[in-house]
């Protein structure tokens, strides 16, 4: 009792600090990380609804992550315009502070506009479960909006931002995708890139340990003799997005790797693979050649064969505009498995 009155008030401090009022708990993750919702109580900003996230771990990790808050609070500020949801692909910082708290504790806190639409997540589980629905064309066009997001961030930091940690719950449109109109006339929603715990801007010298949901992780980030991170790395996380959004599968062997299992496991399947000379990706064969493709050369192994995010964001666009004028604007309905849509972090 008294250790949880002990972590209500030092979230009380680091919310007035940030200027948050009506806290609401959303998430913990294993590592001791909070995620709050609220709304800011600044002058200039009342009212206006926020996340306040608590970013738990070594003071080291901390630090660096405090430096690339710096860089895109910076980068944000001289973009200007309106307080928009988000900026350059990424949620719209409002604050961000190492805040040492009682008992030798500290947290990065940092407060962000709240991006107010779906999740990539809960649009497939929509889709999945026929809750709603899209056509195929509509579900290519979301894809690219990921992949333009994604290249607005590396655009803005002159291509050398890492994400680390891609997948559907880390990407949220601002407006509502079912929204997007059938002949994909009009505005396709934005998408903005949140959760940057472990993403960086350089290039990746000093990270060692691989961070992230295996599934989506690229090989080379966790097969043996690992390499840091890339923006290359990036675009394989969408490109497993791609392929998960438009078959409802993850794309390998059926049945080996899944949703879920642990990051030892993912490793045991890649050295397996790489054993017995047989390639881990397997693009569900249903696909269209076309589109097949561009979500293979996405999912290439070798990170340089891979498309930039721009190129990638540009195929899809075309290729959801083709698909409109083969099918007309009613199009085929997006039909897909359950989709399970995985938490477990390295």
Known sequence: MVQTEAADAKVRMVSQLAGVDNLRLVSTSAGGSQVFVGSCAGAGLAGTPCSLKLIRGDVAHLRRQKELFDRVSDMQADAGGSLSPSSHGLARVLFHELVALPGDDAVLAVVTVMVPGSSFADVLRSCATGVRSLTFAQMLMLVSACF?????????????????????????????????????????????????????????GDVVEPHGTPGYLAPEVLTDGASAPTPASDVFSLGVLAHEALTGRMPYEDGVARPGLSGAAWRRFFARCEREGVSPIAVWGGLPDDVSTVVGACLALDPPRRPPAAGAAKAFRELARFYVRRTGASGVSLCVRDVVTPVTLL
């Open 148 to 204: 333009e997001a994604l290249a607005r961030a590396q655009g803005a930091f002159d291509g050398a931002f890492v994400h680390r940690d891609l997948k559907p719950s880390n990407i949220v449109f601002e407006s509502d995708p079912y929204a997007l109109a059938p002949d994909l006339l009009g505005e396709t929603p934005r998408v903005a890139l949140i959760d940057l715990d472990f993403s960086f801007v350089g290039t990746g």
